[in-house]
């Protein structure tokens, strides 16, 4: 009786855990390894953010790799079904379809095996963090963090002034101290500096658009107001540095 009522308490106050546990590669992975017919070839890093639909990957440290491709994914027991949307990446074309056999290792790993061109290709992954309160994370199963910006989002709208200029989905993710914003030919890689009431200050990092990110050199300052409605999965970003009001607006993915 003891147990059950123990259970029955997990299954009201955390139900996102037992998500997490039911779906264990979701979440925020880094790239440690990568071995072809089980030999070790490298050992460039990646960022990998999986939710229950989404699979984004990203290479912001790279010497070799300066890009990024996300698509929608299906899981059917321990195959992740995978078909790229988007991908600035030479090597990966969109419309590309990928198959993964994942698992959890002893250590926490995520690891991804696909068979590509009669090679076995296999990818190790260690798990990291949207924040630092790690162990609340891992109770709840989703981003916790001291702002309110934390998370995955996808871009539906950009306006500029009144006008509708770009609805062509992209994904945005924060962390506690990063954002991440990830477009079809594109992405870019900031620094959050800090978050106030109304407003954000970010320092670009890195980015891979041919232009510049956002026309804005690496170590420039981005200050960008914002607001959120919607109890939170609505965010609204607006940036003033052009002259006219550009604002973009986002939709939580859960």
Known sequence: MRLFIINLIIIILYPSLLL???KPYIG???????YIN??????EKSLLFITKKDYIELFTNSKIKNCSFSGKIRVKKNNIYLKINMSSCYKIKKGEKIVYTYYINSKGNLILKT???NRIIKK???RRYFSKF???????GKPLCSHPLCGIWNRVATYTGDELVNNTPAYTVITEYDYYSIAPICYNYLKINSIQADQFTMTMTRHNCPTGGLGIKIGDKVIQKYY????GN???IINTSYGIPVKTVFIRIK
């Open 20 to 22: 997490a546990q039911n």
């Open 28 to 34: 925020i992975w880094e790239r440690k390894a990568t």
């Open 38 to 43: 089980k030999k070790l070839v490298s050992k």
């Open 115 to 117: 068979n590509k061109n």
């Open 124 to 126: 190790i992954y260690t």
């Open 134 to 140: 790690h162990s609340i994370e891992k109770i709840y």
């Open 228 to 231: 959120l409605t919607d109890n």
């Open 234 to 236: 609505k965010l609204v």
